[in-house]
């Protein structure tokens, strides 16, 4: 069964514009993790934020997670049409790792 | 450094039909799993092994899928025999340690249509 879930399902933006997405879950975990996928094409790993972390910043990328909620927000500033992806969460709770539905962004040039 | 490797990027088969997925993991890395991809889905967790033993295996339909790491480095999953809602993608991952503080590291992964 998968654990996170992705709001929402699908988002289609223009060039230049940021994008949100947010991820609930159920279960208390070691860390949150976005993953990024083109279409026809395995998982690519962005960024991983700690239990005890409460922000993170990558190049364009800025996530936030808050355990009280339980959940995660992925901002993606500025977009380019090669962002164009699913986006999945995934939480790590010891050995267990679950992901969610995604969501499929999409980026208007 | 090479990324994980997975082979046959694409297979199909009839229902009832075995079929083998090859998957070789970033060197050194210790940790290896297998998810199963459903179109429109999140990846579902199989199989994860460390080294050539099997960590979680819960969510594997043991009546037909089957997986072994010999040797603690390549894997193989098998699925016998096949069925209509078998047709997925199984991705392939490797990290380093088994509660990660790393993100995985995903293979390219093998499309599955039974027909």
């Known amino acids: 069964s998968q654990q996170g879930e992705e709001d929402p399902q699908a988002l289609s933006i223009q060039e230049g514009e940021n994008a949100t997405m947010n991820c609930s879950y159920k279960?208390?975990?070691?860390?949150l993790q976005w993953y990024r996928q083109n279409s026809g094409r395995g998982l690519v790993h962005l960024i991983l934020?700690?239990?005890?972390?409460r922000e993170k910043h990558s190049g364009r990328l800025r996530v936030t997670l808050d355990t009280s909620k339980k959940s995660s927000s992925l901002l993606i500033t500025a977009s380019r049409a090669a962002d164009t992806a699913s986006y999945f969460c995934?939480?790590?709770?010891?050995?267990?790792?679950?992901f969610g539905a995604g969501t499929r962004l999409t980026v208007k040039p | 450094e090479a990324g994980v490797a997975q082979s046959p990027r694409y297979k199909i088969i009839e229902k009832r039909q075995s079929v083998a997925f090859w998957c070789n993991p970033i060197?050194?890395?210790?940790?290896l799993y297998w998810y199963q991809q459903i179109l429109g889905q999140g990846p579902k967790l199989l199989i994860q092994?460390?080294?050539?033993?099997?960590?979680?295996d819960s969510q594997l339909p043991k009546d037909r899928f089957s997986a072994e790491r010999l040797k603690g480095v390549d894997s193989t999953l098998k699925i016998q025999p096949a069925k209509l809602e078998d047709s997925a993608v199984y991705l392939c991952?490797?990290?380093?340690?088994?509660?990660?503080?790393?993100?995985?590291?995903f293979g390219s992964g093998t499309r599955l249509t039974v027909v």
């Open positions: 991952a490797s990290s380093l340690w088994t509660i990660a503080n790393y993100g995985y590291t």
């Open positions: 279960t208390s975990i070691n860390n």
């Open positions: 934020i700690r239990s005890n972390e």
């Open positions: 995934a939480t790590l709770n010891n050995n267990d790792m679950r």
């Open positions: 060197s050194g890395h210790a940790t």
């Open positions: 092994f460390q080294n050539n033993g099997v960590v979680d």
